[in-house]
């Protein structure tokens, strides 16, 4: 079956809600949501056509879209392939032309339903924030890490992973379950690094794995978030195909955890990361600062261990 390139639009407002429509009596799957967006015709990128469909369909200009996730599906009447955008500003006032229904939604607590099949997972990518923060408590010691990662909840860290292979394993288990529990009081999310053991009995969302057992998994661990560390192409698809949530590409910059390696830099960064079903952060010489530099580049966000914990 031919594949129909298509554009689909998470268009975000400052709060983090997202606009979804509802197909009209005439079309196929008639009464589900989807995010708005169409089909791209010949001689079109992505982009411009993204733009165009979104003036058709709403009557807005795109000021910023960054690429996001591209999925495909197979319809009964059509075999796609979704390139998702997130746009986060435009101009006008909506007005759609071809919904039944206009809602803005969250991703933790959609009020809406069904979404089309093809842009269900797309719901899970959502709740992602844009910044991963990893602990090094090996380094700096648990007591300091666990002020720097009380502070860092207070101003809105959401996404935390538990790296301390370097801890002996009695104060490994004593700090995770400590970090655990606070992240879970201020809503964070947090996986553990490797140790599924210890990320079950912690109560932790998820694990997350390094590139060498990664390219050794035969199925997806049975956590409700799983990603991974990668550092090329061939591990970026091992992720996607086991049906992990996200993955963390680089060094996108020299860096003090890998000494002597060179940053693959943003070009080749996002070349990687194209085409492929799962949000991508960046790691690797990153601060806060370089997030909308990785969204430019098709990332989720960007990943660090020490820039997440300032002195």
Known sequence: MKITEVVAAAILRQDGAFLLGQRSVDTFYPGYWEFPGGKVEPGESPLQALIRELHEELEIEVLVATPWIVREHVYEHAHVRLHFFRVTDWRGELRDHVHAALAWQTAAAPTVGPMLPANAPVLAALRLPFFYAVTHAWQIGVAAQLFALDRALENGLRLVQLREAGLPPDQREAFVATAVMRC??????????????????????????????LMKLAARPDFSLVAASCHDRQELEQAARRGLDFAVLGPVRPTATHPGAAGIGWAAFAGWIAGLPLPVFGIGGLNPGDIVTAQAAGAQGVAAIRAAWPT
């Open 184 to 213: 879970h009081a201020a809503s964070a999310r947090v996986l553990v690094n490797g140790d599924l053991d210890l990320a079950r009995a912690s109560g932790a969302d998820g694990v997350h794995v390094s590139a060498r057992p």
